[in-house]
């Protein structure tokens, strides 16, 4: 024990800090909500600093892909058939998800730049329940578009990750898959759809 107050004696004060700022880390690691805080503080800081890429080889969508039934938070039945040659944003979430709710405002900020533009469609589709989707967004504030389906994905959005979020081309091809929180409001992403558009 001498040996330890000894060389604890020896250490600078930010020393000492960063050593009392790791045992604390690994302490909270042990209770769920510790890393659960952890957790979120990585992710925010994540999608403050990190914005979508194009993918260099776009994937293109299949028909079968868009034969995939949502329905709005209030109740009104949508097929991804009806949003062919708009650019869509789609992202797959859960309310439950730590990065989901973090990159939230980013697409809040994103739908705010294109909600009067009728070529630009945002999907927002969890598998849970349209109230609970629907007590979610109120209680956030959000007014971005959302969508529940009791269906399975179509294979071109069969993720194991979420949030998993695409753009989708006019053409019909998935130019960006992104998984995890981004910063969606950014310049960057604005300029990709204003370029996707015709």
Do not use: H
Request: glycine share 4%; net charge positive.
């Amino acid at each position: 024990m001498s040996k330890f107050v000894t060389n604890w004696k020896k250490k600078s004060l930010f020393s000492k800090i960063l050593d009392i700022l790791f045992i604390a880390l690994l302490v909270s690691m042990l209770f769920p909500q510790g890393r659960m805080a952890i957790g979120s503080f990585i992710n925010k800081m994540k999608a403050s600093v990190m914005q979508p890429e194009t993918m260099s080889n776009p994937v293109g969508l299949k028909n079968a892909d868009f034969d995939w039934d949502l329905t709005s938070v209030d109740n009104q039945s949508v097929n991804l058939q009806d949003f062919k040659g708009k650019v869509f944003v789609l992202n797959l979430f859960a309310t439950w998800c730590p990065p989901f709710v973090v990159e939230m405002p980013g697409i809040q900020k994103l739908y705010n730049t294109f909600k009067d533009n009728d070529q630009v469609v945002f999907l927002l589709v969890s598998n849970e329940s349209v109230e609970t989707i629907k007590k979610f967004v109120e209680k956030k504030n959000y007014t971005f578009p959302v969508y529940s389906t009791r269906q399975r994905n179509p294979e071109a959005f069969s993720t194991n990750s979420i949030p998993t979020t695409y753009v989708i081309s006019p053409e019909g091809e998935i130019v960006v898959k992104e998984i995890g929180a981004l910063n969606w409001g950014g310049s960057k992403m604005v300029q990709m759809i204003n370029d996707l558009l015709p």
